[in-house]
Every structure is written in C-alpha cells, then in structure tokens.
C-alpha cells in the first residue's frame, strides 16, 4: 500500500480580470483523496503550475465539501458554515514562483513545502467522503489569466 501520493486537479478559471480578494475558481473535487471515508491525510506540498506566467499570490484551501467561499472573480465571503468546512490553507505567494525570463516562458512555477518540519503538515479527515475540494482566493495584485485551464494544482499527500 502506497504511504504518498500526488493528486491533480486542473480547475476551471475565467479570462476576466481578477481583483484581491476574489474567488479564484469555485470547489473543485478531488475524488479518491482518501483511501477511505474516514481517513486522514497529511499536506507535504504544494505545487502550483501557471501556464499565464501570471505570478498569482492566492490563498489555496481545502474543505469538506463543495460549499463555496462566493461567486467565481467576485469578492469572497463566506459564512460560518463554510469556513468551518476549511480543512487547511497554503498561501501560494507571487514570491513562491519561478518563471519568465531564464525559466519558462510558457509557465511558471511554485513548489511549497517547509523542508524544515517535513513538509506543509497541514492534516486534513475525510468526513464520510473520500473526495476534498480545492478553492483560491487572489491574495494581492489584480490579474488576468490567458485561459480557463491556466492554473494546475498537484497536492502531495502522507496517509495516515
């Protein structure tokens, strides 16, 4: 039985200008992130490809279910009921990314993780589900992203 792993998800973005605070991308599953309906899993990284070479600082968390923080590229706010859904949160900053000139001009790249302690170490349970979901909320800076496919996001995982 396998004791890491890496998930993948490509959400769906919009091409419109985004400002700080907005919804980046509503829930997105991310189906079979458990071994079963109620297990724990602990965050190593975080891997953030953009294909706009945007350099985005945005806040990345991972709930419970698909209950959303707000509309897509509209101002976030959520209530009670959905932040206590919040599982962890990994900010992804503009100065985590490596990209553009002397890199890639076709993407950029941020790996986060704290070699330090082992990794992110955020834990987060399953609640009867073996799915989680991922959502962003733009941290600083406006930004336009060149396609609604954009942003990838792999998530490397310790069972428990």
Known sequence: M????IHEVTPAIETAEYDIGDVVFIPTEIPNFFRG????VEIKSLTVIDRSVNLPSMFVYLTNDSTTFGTINATAGGADSVIENV???IPALTTNFVGG?????NCAVACITKPDN?????IVKSNNSRSIYITAILAAAAETFGSTGDLTFKIGVKYL
């Open 2 to 5: 396998r004791t890491y792993d």
């Open 37 to 40: 309906a109620n297990d724990s």
């Open 87 to 89: 599982q962890c949160m």
């Open 101 to 105: 000139a002397n890199y890639s001009d």
């Open 118 to 122: 082992g990794g992110i170490g955020c």
